[in-house]
């Protein structure tokens, strides 16, 4: 269905339903570390950073097609992800301090790319629109629907693939006791960092199809704490540690988002609404349903089941 | 954003060619000093916070930048200067805090730490994008007569509004010395904060001292974010940066400990400054998180941290 989608649907639509499946996509691959792992990044803005400064600056000075600079985007920002995760976990830091070590080091990377120059500073990257498929860039926006299909697909496929094997049940392990799964001889660092390779990876790949989906780079956005925040209020809202919750938590609120956007934002000065909109988001679903949407809709479907 | 925090943290002479001069790195290191006050200031109402309840408010900074926006009102409504309207910033942001507390961190208080956390964080987003949606995201600053003055004090020139700044907030430092180790209340904040279930078998109203001592970390926050108000330019994203900071800070002194939080304030703000001179001011903040990573490495329980995290 969702293939056929693009054939009856606006323009419009098109680009948001892109908006859904890709931050779907970033969603699920937070939720391999985040909800599985139930290692709170905060940080995951840095791997889109790298990712997507990676595969423009390739293009733009070496002639690298985006499709080979997704691949080392990717791989460097699971450089990033294993040394984060390294200093991590090495000395157990949980809950708070892993938090503020990946808030510190997008922070880090949000710094350094405003200073240096080579790669645009603070006034960024712009990637010229020649419409051209190996340069990951198309006339018809219905191509990136079928890419960013195709990313989320991949992602909850990597994602059911882990579930399903000792990686996954060892990840839970950690998420839900992690003293008692050391003690029952869960090798607990070495999967939290496997976890956090592949994570950071996958995200590093989506930072290309953000660069050359909106030709351009600003280190404050692709960088900043706010997109950290999308990233990680989806799967939160869906249900973290759950196959489809990031999912459902972007066929949530990405329209969610959009909307408030399109009627705020547009006026001018409302640009805050549909963060104020986020913000008590989060506080509902933290007092009252802290599990996520997809576990309470199979409570409630199989209640009206029984 | 970054740039808003660096330009005014030192006020120097242009700086290409002078990368020795001792004189410089004397006033960078006074300077930063003095800045330092403010920080200490707001990181004891952080650490004051994690103490007690073990909760790590992330909307720290968010609350900070309220104040500095109750000062600019205060300034440009009804012509209070700052250094005297802090009290008020403080008693507003000490209600504020109650409130928050006894509405939404006090049923997350033993709930997992990401929930916590992503609660807080709503809380954050919610102060940060109302400050935007009400103030704007233009850069503000309140202006006072004493930042306009300046006195040499020996070889280093320094603004009275910095002096000031500084002086009123170490003596808030201390009063809240004073209240947590000779106060009675004060008294029971720290049993909560060393063991809350054995402060509870003994008698100590823990929701009540919880909501206390959340009050009392928003009000130093309050108090130190008007003082700052005349030294900082603020937008709605500032409150962001200071939460970071205030971690940072905390996280280098010690989670928990007052006098990681005071230290560790001043040690933050001196690095910050003297960063704003060999780097680029605009890299200032990369030598305090430079400073975070090399703690976690060698002492990530902070200098003055006790507890095993």
Known sequence: MLLALPLVLSSYLVTV?????????????????????GQLSAGHAAFVGVGAYTAAVLSLSAGLTPWVGMFVGGALAAVLGAFIG?????????????????VAFAEMCRIVANNVEAIGGAVGLYITFTGNPRQFQFQDTRAYYYIALGLMIAATAVAAAIERRRFGVYLSAIRE??????????????????????????????????????????????????LSVEIIIRPIVGGAGTLFGPVVGSFILSPLAELTRLYFAAGGGW????????????????????????????RALGRTRA | ????????????????????????????????????????????????????????????GDLMVWAMYLAWLGATRFGVD??????????????????????????????????????????????????????GPEPQRVRTPLTQAAVWLGPVFVDVGRLVTFLVAIALTAALWLFLYRSDLGRQMRAVADNGYGAHVIGTDVRHVSAVAFAVGA?????????????????????????????????????????????????????????AVFLNPSMKELVSFALLVVILLVRPAGIFGRRAI
């Not at chain 2, 009290?87 to 929930?115: K, N, T």
Request: glycine letters at 12%; a neutral charge; aromatic letters at 14%.
């Open chain 1, 86 to 102: 390294f200093l991590g976990f090495r000395f157990g830091l949980r809950g708070f301090y892993f938090v503020l070590l990946t």
């Open chain 1, 17 to 37: 339903f892109v908006l859904i499946f890709f931050y779907a996509y970033l969603g699920q691959a937070w939720n391999i570390v985040g909800g599985y792992a």
């Open chain 2, 1 to 60: 954003m970054a740039e808003g925090l660096c330009a005014e943290q030192v006020r120097l002479p242009a700086t290409q060619g002078l990368i020795l001069d001792p004189v410089l790195v004397v006033q960078a290191v006074v300077s930063g000093l003095l800045f330092g006050g403010v920080y200490s200031l707001m990181a004891i109402g952080l650490t004051l916070i994690f103490g007690v309840m073990r909760v790590v408010n992330f909307a720290h």
């Open chain 2, 82 to 135: 700052p250094y005297v309207g802090f009290v008020g910033a403080a008693a507003i942001l000490f209600v504020a805090g109650f409130v928050i507390q006894r509405q939404l961190v006090d049923r997350i208080v033993d709930a997992p730490h990401e929930m916590q956390i992503l609660l807080m964080l709503g809380v954050a987003l919610v102060l940060e994008n109302t400050a935007l949606v009400a103030f």
């Open chain 2, 219 to 275: 009000a130093c926050v309050g108090a130190a974010g008007a003082l700052v108000a005349p030294l900082l330019p603020f937008q709605p994203p500032t409150g962001l940066q200071l939460s970071v900071t205030s971690f940072n800070i905390v996280i280098i002194g010690g989670m928990g400990s007052v006098l990681g939080a005071f230290v560790g304030g001043l040690i933050v703000s001196v690095a910050e400054s003297l960063g």
């Open chain 1, 177 to 226: 006791d992690e003293g008692a799964a050391e003690a029952v001889g869960v090798p607990t660092f070495r999967y939290k960092m496997l976890a956090m390779i592949v994570s950071s990876f996958l995200t590093g790949v989506g930072g290309t199809f953000y660069a050359f989906y909106l030709f351009s780079l600003q280190p404050n956005t692709v960088f900043g704490i706010p």
């Open chain 1, 271 to 298: 640009a805050g609404v549909h963060l104020i909109v986020y913000g008590v988001l989060l506080v509902v679903v933290v007092l009252f349903f802290p599990q996520g949407a997809v576990p309470w809709m199979k």
